[in-house]
């Protein structure tokens, strides 16, 4: 209940909801849920955040430009141990900054749904789809990764999960990198319920994965 008086009296109609604590994404049009997805989040080490952005554009075939973070902590070290590190991975260096080209090991996978925010996190495909089948799925470095991307990009872009597809399918073969501007920003919430409504009215429990509930209730008390 604390959680919700975080949120706005009211969600706006359209809206993209990952709830974090089971890893799972709802696109949402009034009162039905057009898309539901499972999708990888953020490991307990770098944990996705509880925010609001909107989807402003959808990129085919991104560039991964490796947050310093990530290159600092992970990828110069290895390159330091093995000169042939980073041309192994497919990693370009542009004016100091480590890049991943588009192509097939790309960590962004061929789509990535563009909501500019402090945190630097987005909605993103990914060449590792083992994940989704998971029942653990906090696994990424903060970005969620979605499992039905495609259907997803297709409703951000026309509103139907099916209408851009083969549209979609032609730029991602092309291998270049494309921005589609969306006609409508979508609402993105990043939440954390513990705690939700079941289909039957019940209360259901999720897992809490950054074991943020004892925080809070001390914090309450």
Aim: aromatic share 6%; net charge neutral.
């Amino acid at each position: 209940m604390e959680r919700w008086r975080w949120m706005p009296r009211e969600f706006e109609p359209r809206r993209i909801a990952v709830n974090v604590a089971d890893a799972t994404l709802r696109f949402i049009d009034g009162d039905a849920v057009v898309l539901d997805s499972n999708v990888v989040v953020g490991a307990v080490k770098s944990r996705t955040p509880i925010l609001r952005a909107e989807v402003t554009a959808v990129t085919v075939n991104p560039v991964w430009h490796v947050p310093s973070s990530i290159a600092r902590r992970e990828m110069w070290p290895k390159q330091d141990a093995d000169p042939s590190y980073l041309q192994s991975q497919g990693l370009v260096v542009v004016d100091g900054q480590i890049r991943q080209p588009p192509g097939p090991g790309n960590a962004l996978g061929q789509l990535k749904l563009e909501m500019p925010n402090e945190f630097n996190v987005y909605l993103h495909d990914t060449p590792t789809k083992a994940a989704f089948a998971r029942e653990s799925r906090a696994l990424s470095h903060g970005c969620v990764r979605v499992e039905q991307i495609t259907a997803l990009a297709s409703l951000a872009i026309t509103g139907d999960t099916q209408s851009a597809l083969d549209q979609l399918s032609q730029l991602m073969a092309a291998r270049t990198t494309t921005r589609i501007d969306l006609r409508e920003r979508i609402p993105v919430y990043l939440l954390y319920w513990t705690a939700v409504a079941e289909e039957d009215g019940r209360v259901g429990f999720r897992s809490d994965v950054y074991g943020r509930d004892a925080l809070l209730i001390a914090a309450l008390e």
